[in-house]
């Protein structure tokens, strides 16, 4: 089986500010992927990063970066000089053939 | 606007009472998914299809049904609903199914809230 797991199920950052996010996952295959998606108060589910796990360089998208260290089957994303936009409930996810996985979500404030 | 499309954006509904959620998208994905948010739970998937005709189980199958006529619509049914079944469902399509890598991303509808009495 595979499983994702978020242990932070909340989390506050000062505006401007760097916070990451953890994210850990199972499973015993060696191609698959990997995401971050966003859910602000909308509920719409937006994605935010992806990463390849055959590739060792970590994915970068603007603010939003990842430390994927595969072999601790590790994901966490960095969020650098936050804003009240990201305010949000973001998931971390890994796609295995076709499938994806979602964790249990963390909460991310913002503070003004 | 290309995307997914879900109706009804929200529904109460009696328990032991029939109901389709619609899913409807006009980018022609091969793959589509529905998934149920719970608090604490984030995502479960409930049934997917890798290509129209062919549907499979997901994590949480038990009371639903699903079908794929054709590669746009995947609706979901809950044949008689019950309480446990209130959440916010989600339909999401990708261009990539069983077989071939995740290469491509999950694309999300807006949901669509149920709430079983």
């Known amino acids: 089986a595979q499983t994702v797991t978020q242990s932070q199920p909340e989390m506050s950052v000062q505006e401007a500010e760097t916070v990451t996010l953890s994210c850990t996952y199972d499973?015993?295959?060696?191609?698959?992927?990997l995401f971050w998606y966003k859910q602000p108060p909308s509920r719409q589910m937006i994605l935010v990063i992806r990463q390849e796990a055959y590739k060792q360089q970590n994915a970068t998208e603007n603010r939003f970066s990842v430390n994927f260290q595969k072999a601790a089957k590790s994901f966490s994303l960095k969020i650098s000089d936050s804003q009240l936009g990201d305010t949000a409930m973001y998931f971390c996810a890994v796609s295995l053939n076709g499938k994806f996985y979602f964790g249990s979500g963390t909460k991310l404030n913002v503070k003004p | 606007i290309a995307g997914i499309t879900q109706a009804p954006t929200s529904q109460i509904l009696a328990a032991g009472r029939r109901m389709t959620l619609r899913c409807t998208q006009d980018?022609?994905?091969?793959?589509m998914y529905w998934y149920r948010q719970d608090l604490g739970l984030g995502l479960r998937l409930i049934h997917y299809s890798n290509t129209a005709g062919t549907t499979g189980k997901g994590e949480v199958p038990d009371g639903y049904s699903v079908s794929r006529a054709n590669t746009d619509d995947f609706p979901l049914t809950l044949a008689s609903a019950v309480p446990s079944q209130t959440s916010v469902y989600f339909c999401?399509?990708?261009?990539?199914?069983?077989?071939?890598?995740?290469?491509?991303?999950?694309?999300f509808g807006a949901g669509s809230r149920l709430t079983v009495l």
């Open positions: 980018m022609r994905h091969n793959a």
């Open positions: 999401a399509s990708s261009a990539s199914g069983t077989g071939r890598s995740g290469a491509n991303v999950l694309t």
């Open positions: 499973t015993s295959e060696n191609n698959y992927y």
